[in-house]
């Protein structure tokens, strides 16, 4: 059973990487995996990978170390990645068809299974087998797909106003892909992925 406990945001950004270990093991036909295999292949501290795993409960077994299939079942529990998780796409522009190509390689129950735009060239098209429907149907496609969380892949200048959008048809989990920090409500989560803050800070330790 889960301890009722606050979890940091540092111990469920590392989850993501001890799953993505764990499916490579699965798939090298690996049964059993002890915390220090799995600090050596992912450079971490053993003792933080069980300080992190105890925060949900006991899955290892002492001499044994974790099952592999068993531990990437419970994360996958703790992540919600044991049910369907649907994702809608806006913006259909060069960013935003390779995000949408992407959706092939996703796995875990994750997938994005509406795109919207509001360019009426790109309405009507496909990309990744997935038919660009105008951003005027946002609403409705939410609703009829049962959508949860909200990508954005359009300029700086237009991400506010489609972060709002999604926020009023009931998103709370939005990932932006524009250079703009968004101003949400309390209750939304928003997780920034920057390609240029990152090149930049990188840049720092050249």
């Known amino acids: 059973m889960m301890k009722t406990l606050k979890i940091s945001e540092a111990v469920v950004r590392r989850l993501p990487l001890y799953l993505r270990y764990l499916n490579r093991l699965m798939n090298m036909n ?10 050596d292949g992912l450079d971490l501290n053993p003792a933080q990978i069980r300080k992190d795993l105890a925060c949900f409960g006991e899955f290892g077994r002492k001499g044994i170390g974790y099952e592999v299939d068993y531990l990437i079942a419970k994360i996958k529990n703790i992540l919600k990645l044991d049910q369907q998780i649907n994702v809608v796409l806006i913006g259909a522009g060069h960013l935003g068809y ?4 992407y959706n092939a390689y996703l796995k875990d129950n994750m997938r994005i299974v ?12 496909q ?6 429907q105008p951003l005027e149907r946002l609403e409705k496609v939410v609703e009829e797909k049962n959508i ?6 359009v300029p700086a200048e237009a991400a506010q106003a ?16 524009a250079p703009i ?11 920034y992925a920057d390609v240029t803050m990152e090149l930049y800070s990188l840049a720092y330790y050249l």
Do not use: C, M, Y
């Not at 390779?98 to 190509?101: E, G, V, Y």
């Not at 920090?181 to 997780?191: I, K, Q, S, T």
């Open 162 to 177: 489609v972060a709002d959008a999604l926020v009023r048809v009931g998103i709370s989990a939005i990932l932006n892909f």
């Open 148 to 153: 949860r969380v909200g990508i954005i892949a």
């Open 114 to 125: 509406a795109i919207l735009d509001t360019d009426p060239a790109k309405v009507g098209k």
């Open 181 to 191: 920090n968004l101003r949400v409500a309390d209750g939304v989560r928003v997780h």
């Open 127 to 132: 990309t990744a087998g997935i038919e660009i």
């Open 30 to 39: 690996v049964r059993t995996v002890s915390s220090q295999q799995l600090g």
């Open 98 to 101: 390779a995000i949408s190509n």
